[in-house]
């Protein structure tokens, strides 16, 4: 059954991208964070979906789209400079990892056509709320679904990520915190009364989703998301009385397990061994990038068995923390952190740029939101502050995953690339719906 429906759902895909090439983006967008084929068992495993869709998208682009014009943003300039950076750092090290490395750049190459194409084809409002309904329904769907599963166990159900990118708990913990924002966006912009139930239900379902991960990382973006909405709403003396009775209450009826996991922050580095091993991920990444400066150790370069083992023995008294020897028969281990990923992957010239892309779509976000503040284009304004967010989530709680090339950030930056490019921001009844 499953095999049909997704067979169904690419032939519906199909003709509605070549019609609409943002609804192909759309749909892109959701094979890419939902990884469909994984949940089917039959024929359509081998169907490839993504490449497909992004076909069918590209030749409606080339095809029905009329007045075409090149993006002109600082953000589609850096995006693009990162992409041919992380390619001059895999060509330099196209013998880690037996040669692999470059398979990691084709991976990232389709993420970098993701932001892209959504530059290219995403123009209105309507394009864009479709593009954010995708990615609510896809991560945060199956976060409720999950959810769900959690409450009924009892909290017997560790909740951990099926497709794609995102299968390990930490991982879906920082989707799921990007992606809330963009659902209380969809929330408040969305007049139909039905669904805002069903997205006020699907809210709450995303933070016991979180809480069933056991992401301590996840917990504590949840807690910044939390702060950041005290601090925006008008009732803030309400919230935080509900707060104070609620909080205690729901700690206590958490499962031990949880409670145990989120005390073990205080003390970290003696009792976490998870810690220290990203202690040494850490310390092997900064080595890696001091010996090439430029262009780091190639994609995945602190997992590679052999650069691992010639960097463990300088660990132990590298950097403000001493830790322990690196045992060796330890596997590598992954970063564990977007910049320490980008730093050991392409050098500290990788690092800058990466940052600096950060950098923009915060200023970016920044002044469309005033932009849109003093024009009146509330929902302009109401999808900066979701993203802006989102954006602040992921830098913070980027620091417990290895997510520097993940599909969401990515489709997000575009996002803010398009509304700049097409001024949204700015009163236009063409750009309305």
Known sequence: MRDLLLVGFLFV?????????????AAWVWIALTAPADWVFGFSQSFRLNLTIVLVTALSYMFLTKNKTFPKHSLFFWVGFFAFWTLISTAA?????????????????????????????????????TIVWAVV???SSYAGMEAVKFVLSGGGHR???KAGIIIDRND????????????????????????KLGLLGLLGLNVIAIVGTYSRGGFIG???????????????????VIAVLALPAAYSMAPEEWRERQDTVKDATKSDGSFIGRLWAWKISTLIAL?????????????????????????????PIKTPP??????????????????????????????????KVLLALRRLGKIAKKEEVEWVQKLCSAIMLSMVGFCITGGNVSLAYFDLLYAMIGIVAVMAINQLAYKDPANAK
């Open 13 to 25: 895909a199909i003709y509605y991208s070549f019609k609409r090439p943002y609804i192909g983006m």
């Open 93 to 129: 090290n196209l013998s880690v990892y037996e040669g692999k490395t470059f398979g990691y750049w084709i991976a990232f190459f389709k993420t970098y056509l993701l932001f892209f194409f959504i530059t290219l084809t995403v123009t209105k409002r309507l394009h864009v709320d």
């Open 137 to 139: 329904l896809s991560i």
């Open 159 to 161: 909740i951990i990520g």
């Open 172 to 195: 879906l913990a920082v989707a799921i915190n990007m992606a809330i924002p963009l659902l209380i966006y969809l929330f408040q912009t969305t007049k139909h009364k039905t669904i």
């Open 222 to 240: 949840l807690i910044i998301l939390a702060i950041a909405f005290w601090m925006a709403s008008r009732y803030k003396i309400v919230l935080a």
């Open 291 to 319: 010996d090439n400066p430029l262009t780091g150790g190639g994609f995945r370069a602190v997992t590679d068995p052999v650069l691992w083992l010639t960097y463990a023995p300088e660990t132990s008294n590298f950097g």
């Open 326 to 359: 690196i045992p060796n028969d330890l596997k590598p281990k992954a970063a564990h952190n977007v910049y320490m990923q980008v730093l050991g992957d392409h050098g500290i010239v990788g690092l800058m740029i990466f940052l600096t892309i950060l950098m």
